[in-house]
């Protein structure tokens, strides 16, 4: 059976950084797309970042919210090959929320980044950034 599971989630201080990983059974990563997704509390869930599947012709690029862009990098576990990290640094208030982490087969972040075709999905890890 194909699943994913998050981990890492935590509170965290304003300003810190923190690392979740989400983890694949049943199945490599490497030819997935993975999106990382966040619901906050009374907010639609918001997609912060895609990483491409890695046999996709742009190679696997990455994709990042506006909202995240220069302070979250995605990455995959070269060693691992069923582990993707979401390193988080400098860390705000309004990025607290439970995140996700989901993966469709064969695609490039431009096709999947914000949109419906994420099939397997994990059950998501509590971050929450407070003093």
């Known amino acids: 059976q194909m699943q994913l599971a998050e981990s890492g989630g935590g509170l965290v201080q304003p300003g810190g950084s923190r690392t979740l990983s989400c983890a694949a059974s049943?199945?490599?990563?490497?030819?997935?797309?993975i999106g990382w997704f966040r619901q906050a509390p009374g907010k639609e869930r918001e997609e912060v970042s895609c990483?491409?599947?890695?046999?996709?012709?742009?190679?696997?690029?990455?994709?990042y919210a506006d909202s995240v862009k220069g302070r979250f990098t995605v990455s995959r576990d070269n060693a691992k090959q069923n582990t993707v990290y979401l390193q988080m640094n400098s860390l705000k208030p309004e990025d607290t929320g439970v995140y996700f982490c989901a993966a469709t087969a064969f695609l490039p972040c431009s096709e999947t980044y914000g949109s419906n075709k994420y099939i397997h999905w994990g059950q998501g890890t509590q971050v929450t950034v407070s003093s």
């Open positions: 049943g199945f490599t990563l490497d030819y997935y797309a």
């Open positions: 990483i491409g599947s890695s046999g996709s012709p742009d190679g696997g690029s990455s994709i």
